[in-house]
């Protein structure tokens, strides 16, 4: 399983960037049930906040319920969690909190962390995916080397 990080909600949907297309490919592929991911209330809740500083909060609304939608069952985040991700947060400079506790829940479920954001890959034991296209190539081909 893979967990996506707000950096991709936000690629997917965004203006041209490095990895707009790359984040449309993987959103496209688990739409099509090529892939399975989820992420958490609290990414969706992140994306609904910076989108619709960008566009009107019906955009934002609209779209944070399509990837509910998408991405639903979505990994919740407890109290262990919460615990672990401010340890890593403490111990890890260039990995921000909300970062830290979406690592310390995608950890807790043994998933992947597709992210724009480099500071994941300081994690240990976590498998960080940068949401490029040599990476959503990856997991798309990890994914069909698996289910055939």
């Keep these: 399983m893979i967990v996506l990080d707000t950096t991709v909600l936000l690629y997917a949907v965004g203006t041209e960037r490095r990895f707009r297309e790359p984040c449309r490919a993987l959103?496209?592929?688990i739409s099509?049930?090529?892939?399975t991911a989820t992420t958490t209330v609290?990414?969706?809740q992140e994306f609904t906040h910076v989108r619709a500083r960008r566009r009107d909060r019906a955009d934002a609304v609209e779209l944070s319920h399509a990837y509910l939608d998408l991405l639903a069952p979505l990994l919740v985040v407890d109290e262990a969690h919460l615990r672990e991700g401010l340890r890593l947060f403490a111990s890890q400079p260039a990995l921000g909190s909300f970062d830290a506790?979406?690592?310390a829940t995608a950890r807790a479920t043994g998933a992947a962390v597709v992210s724009?954001?480099?500071a994941?890959?300081?994690v240990p034991a976590i498998t960080h995916v940068m949401p490029d296209d040599s990476g959503v190539r990856h997991l798309l081909a990890s994914h069909r080397e698996i289910h055939g």
Excluded: K, Q, T
């Excluded at 099509?32 to 892939?35: D, I, R, Y």
């Design 32 to 35: 099509a049930g090529e892939l």
């Design 27 to 29: 959103i496209n592929a």
């Design 116 to 118: 724009a954001d480099a």
């Design 42 to 44: 609290e990414a969706i």
């Design 120 to 122: 994941f890959a300081s």
């Design 101 to 103: 506790v979406l690592a």
